[in-house]
């Protein structure tokens, strides 16, 4: 079945640095596009970065631009998210979703000094 497994989170300070990882088994990586979301608490869910299939188009919300990286390794059936200079406001829970709708079980991020 379709699996999703996000790893990386934790605690940064702000201004450090920290890369999410999405593990993906189960369908064809390759040919997914794939989304990084997160959600924090009592606020709506936001989508932070977004990548296509073979890597070559990367999108970003406006508040992470020139700070997060998203890439992907289709070989190692793999996705990253690189947040560079994260501040405490984007304390929250980083989702990994694959079209056409998978969603990863998250993995919380906290920054704070």
């Known amino acids: 079945q379709v699996q999703l497994v996000e790893s990386g989170g934790g605690l940064v300070q702000p201004g450090g640095s920290l890369r999410l990882s999405c593990a993906a088994s189960?369908?064809?990586?390759?040919?997914?596009?794939m989304k990084w979301y997160r959600q924090a608490p009592g606020k709506e869910r936001e989508l932070v970065a977004t990548i296509t299939s073979a890597g070559r188009i990367t999108n970003y919300a406006n508040s992470v631009k020139g700070r997060f990286t998203i890439s992907r390794d289709n070989f190692q059936n793999t996705g990253y998210l690189q947040m560079n200079s994260p501040n405490p406001e984007e304390t929250a829970v980083y989702y990994c979703?694959?079209?056409?709708?998978?969603w990863g079980q998250g993995t919380q991020v906290t920054v704070s000094s």
């Open positions: 979703v694959v079209s056409p709708g998978y």
């Open positions: 189960g369908f064809t990586f390759s040919s997914a596009t």
